[in-house]
């Protein structure tokens, strides 16, 4: 049963910091963070957010705890920090993979859900770069996901956050919703009220989450349903199902229409059910276990009525989540194998078709790309070499590498929503990464890391073609012009 102590402030001895916490943590950390005034000061990055002020004891119940094998995977070599996009912010080792983990062990042992452990947990992004970092094979995914759950059932946000996020959840994974939005938004866009009101300085008295999402908002173009079978060009090799998401279906729909001709190119029946709706991967990774469960539950009949020999996803963060629908329904005695059978056909569109070899040629686009690795593509799934490969098959395209590529844009789905702040200092820096490599064309899989990525450039005053892998695939099976991705 959960207890909340200390309704209002808590008496300041009482209040077990995680810097202090810190202090008694693992060999080789710091004894005293606030020794050091400048440490001090990056201790306390995000404590300006609003807090609940309630300390919520035992942290973890009995349902899905981390689990202590995981936790005691991590050796605390530290291999990880320097990929961490957090801990290379503010250098503090409670926002480290390693300081993290050790907030998970101290909950396992019976410390306090504070509001310090609980801001240190909503700071990771979720970005899995630890993953990819750690020597020992730890799996933070699976140890965040549970302490996520954990603070999403137990602990009681304030009014303002969890209002917030109410929104966010009652909009975002239901694209019926989202449609209602797109034609005033679009209205919006095209009468220029948004260019007037920043300019008159409006916008900047908005609160930082409400501007996020203004500024983040993707310029809208006209609706372009992908039908629901598109035949193979030729003989068939597959029939293949597609997501079409809940944001990508609203705000990126010629995103859809490229992946379906790319895949029908190369020999794919691609069905693209009416019904489907939200996969629940924002749900999952910010705790909303329930919720993601029902939308999992859903996404596996659908295509399983389908009946598809596999399930290709355009939007990394969608395709990581599916493909953990067998941990996430593991409890569930109707679902569990389900779950495990469908999650093994999920495929990354750039893992299908190199998995299939092309079929259709590709015609030259002479173009200098950056690759952009979206970290649920790159970390949680391990794809690296699929789209590069993919990519570097179009004649005349050369594929330019950016640097610190392991470290998050910070979008991490709607992690640029409610922690604006340090998702807009990743992404000045991821900017800032991109106009070094020279490059015409910036290409990604993922719709977060665009929206994301073109706000951070807007702030530095630059413009930067954008395009989704299918995009360019698809342009280079039509045999389009470079214009066709460069003047939009
Ligand atoms: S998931 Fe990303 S932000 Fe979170 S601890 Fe790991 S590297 Fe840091
Ligand atoms: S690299 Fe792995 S084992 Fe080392 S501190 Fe990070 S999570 Fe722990």
């Known amino acids: 049963m959960t207890e909340q102590t200390g309704q209002g402030p808590e008496p300041a001895h009482e209040r077990a910091s995680a810097t202090q916490i810190g202090a ?12 050091d005034p400048g440490q001090a000061e990056r201790a306390a990055a995000g404590a300006g957010r609003t807090e609940a002020g309630v300390a919520v004891l035992p942290a973890f119940d009995e349902h899905h705890a981390p689990e202590q094998e995981l936790i005691d995977d991590c050796v605390h070599c530290g291999f990880c920090l320097p990929t961490c996009p957090t801990y290379v912010l503010w250098g503090e080792e409670m926002d480290s993979p390693r300081g993290r983990i050790y907030l998970m062990e101290i909950g396992r042992q019976g410390e306090a859900m504070n509001d310090e452990m609980v801001r240190h947990f909503d700071q990771c992004l979720g970005c899995m770069a630890c993953v990819t970092a750690c020597p020992s094979g730890v799996q933070y995914g ?12 137990r602990y009681p946000r304030p009014r303002r956050d969890r209002a917030f996020r109410a929104l966010i959840f009652r909009l975002f994974p239901y694209p019926a919703r989202l449609r209602l939005l797109r034609g005033p938004l679009r209205l919006y866009q095209r009468s220029r009220l948004g260019v007037l009101a920043r300019r008159a300085g ?25 039908p629901e079978v598109t035949p193979a060009a030729g003989a068939r090799r597959r029939r293949v199902g ?20 790319v895949l029908a190119a190369d020999g794919c029946e691609v069905v693209a059910p009416a019904t489907q709706g939200c996969c629940g991967a924002l ?66 569109l750039s893992e299908l078709l190199v998995e299939l070899g092309p079929v259709a040629p590709r015609h030259p686009l002479p173009l200098r790309v950056a690759w952009h690795d979206a970290c649920h593509l790159s970390h949680a799934q391990g794809i690296r070499a699929q789209p590069r490969a993919a990519l570097k098959a179009i004649p005349g ?25 340090p998702a807009a200092e990743l992404g000045d820096r991821k900017a800032a990464n991109v106009l070094a490599t020279g ?49 939009r």
């Open 24 to 35: 008694r943590g693992p060999e080789g950390l710091p004894d005293e963070v606030g020794a």
């Open 142 to 153: 699976k140890l965040i996901e549970a302490t996520r759950q954990q603070v999403e059932r």
């Open 202 to 226: 409006l916008l900047d008295r908005l609160p930082g989450r409400l501007a996020a999402m203004e500024r983040l908002l993707p310029e809208l173009g006209r609706p372009e349903p992908v």
């Open 242 to 261: 597609m997501l079409t998401g809940c944001v990508q279906r609203v705000f990126f729909p010629e995103v859809n229409t490229a992946t379906a001709r």
């Open 283 to 348: 749900s999952l990774h910010a705790g909303r276990e329930a919720e993601a469960q029902a939308f999992a539950r859903a996404a596996i009949g659908t295509f399983e009525s389908a009946g598809v020999d596999q399930v290709v996803v355009n939007a990394a963060g969608c395709g990581s989540a599916m493909k953990e629908y067998g941990h996430l329904l593991r409890d569930d005695p109707a679902f569990a194998e389900r779950a495990e059978a469908f999650s093994a056909k999920v495929r990354d």
């Open 397 to 421: 395209l050369e594929v330019r590498e950016i640097a610190e590529a392991e470290i998050c844009c910070g979008s991490a789905g709607i992690y640029n929503l409610v922690e604006p702040e």
């Open 439 to 487: 490059a015409d064309l910036l290409v990604t899989a993922n719709p977060g890391c665009l929206m994301q990525l073109r706000d951070a450039l807007e702030r530095r005053g630059r413009r930067l073609a954008m395009a989704h892998v299918a995009e360019v695939l698809d342009a280079a099976v039509r045999g389009a012009q470079p214009a066709s991705l460069l003047d």
